[in-house]
């Protein structure tokens, strides 16, 4: 059986060391990367199950590094950065990022988001599967394959994308709070902010909608939260 490994993309040594030895001690086995060019090498060289990548890195940027990854990859990635900007957080979750975090951190509570990052990618991949694909409208979610199809069309999603968009797809018609979106797919013991959910409805409206300012498939209920409309 392949051994699972964690990749971690930080060029600040200590903090890369700090973090490497916190998840040894959890269990987990780690590559580290000190530049954005060599985590992109040794992503393709390890194929991690999880990415811990830090946004400012020399020679290629996180953000760059990310947005490879994802090109490929559907794995969970943290990003973690010194800066505390509500627009680095966004920015850093629309490329792709599951999770943010901001230095100064706790390593206990950053080894409690890639644990809980973990169980729910392999919990959602591990589901049985009722019916191998959701059609609604022009809109096609095979939950088996991880794609989404437009019009036969297929549309790129990260995997936090894709199981926010099949979890109010299979429940068209509910709606939901921002607090039962994001404990259902990002998990009870995950950490961070409801907004995280509000940037990932932007990012699938503007991949799956033809006008994402007057959505079609995934709506607003005003002081409410988001439901998944639109006609089989």
Same mark, same amino acid.
């Given at each position: 059986? @392949?051994?699972?490994?964690?990749?971690?993309? =930080?060029?600040?040594?200590?903090?890369? *060391?700090?973090?490497?030895?916190?998840?040894?001690?959890?269990?987990?086995?780690?590559? +580290?990367?000190?530049?954005?060019?060599?985590?992109?090498?040794?992503?393709? &060289?390890?194929?991690?199950?999880?990415?811990?990548?830090?946004?400012? +890195?020399?020679?290629? #940027?996180?953000?760059?590094?990310? !947005?490879?990854? !994802?090109?490929?990859?559907?794995?969970?990635?943290?990003?973690?950065?010194?800066? &505390?900007?509500? /627009?680095?957080?966004?920015?850093?979750?629309?490329?792709?990022?599951?999770?943010?975090?901001?230095?100064? $951190?706790?390593?206990? *509570?950053?080894?409690?988001?890639?644990?809980?990052?973990?169980?729910?990618?392999?919990? $959602?991949?591990?589901?049985?599967?009722?019916?191998?694909?959701?059609?609604?409208?022009?809109?096609?979610?095979?939950?088996?394959?991880?794609?989404?199809?437009?019009?036969?069309?297929?549309? *790129? +999603?990260?995997?936090?994308?894709?199981?926010?968009?099949?979890?109010?797809?299979?429940? !068209?018609?509910?709606?939901? #709070?921002?607090?039962?979106?994001?404990?259902?797919?990002?998990?009870?013991?995950?950490?961070?902010?409801?907004? /995280?959910?509000?940037?990932?409805? !932007? @990012?699938?409206?503007?991949?799956?909608?033809?006008?994402?300012?007057?959505?079609?498939?995934?709506?607003?209920?005003?002081?409410?939260?988001?439901?998944? =409309?639109?006609?089989?």
């Amino acid at each position: 059986m @392949k051994e699972e490994v964690i990749l971690i993309v =930080e060029d600040e040594k200590e903090i890369g *060391e700090l973090v490497r030895d916190y998840l040894t001690a959890n269990g987990f086995h780690t590559v +580290l990367a000190h530049d954005g060019d060599e985590g992109i090498k040794q992503f393709k &060289k390890v194929s991690p199950i999880l990415v811990v990548l830090d946004v400012m +890195l020399p020679k290629v #940027s996180g953000i760059d590094v990310c !947005r490879t990854i !994802r090109a490929s990859s559907n794995i969970p990635i943290i990003m973690i950065s010194a800066k &505390k900007s509500e /627009t680095d957080k966004i920015i850093g979750l629309g490329i792709g990022a599951d999770d943010y975090i901001a230095k100064p $951190f706790s390593p206990g *509570e950053l080894v409690a988001r890639i644990k809980a990052q973990l169980r729910r990618y392999k919990e $959602f991949a591990s589901q049985p599967i009722e019916s191998n694909t959701l059609k609604v409208g022009e809109l096609e979610v095979d939950e088996k394959g991880f794609n989404v199809t437009i019009s036969g069309n297929k549309i *790129e +999603l990260s995997a936090k994308e894709f199981q926010l968009l099949h979890y109010l797809a299979k429940n !068209r018609g509910q709606v939901f #709070s921002k607090t039962q979106l994001f404990e259902q797919v990002w998990g009870y013991e995950s950490y961070g902010d409801l907004n /995280t959910v509000t940037v990932y409805i !932007r @990012k699938i409206r503007e991949k799956i909608e033809g006008n994402p300012s007057d959505p079609k498939y995934i709506v607003t209920v005003w002081g409410v939260g988001y439901k998944f =409309e639109g006609s089989s």
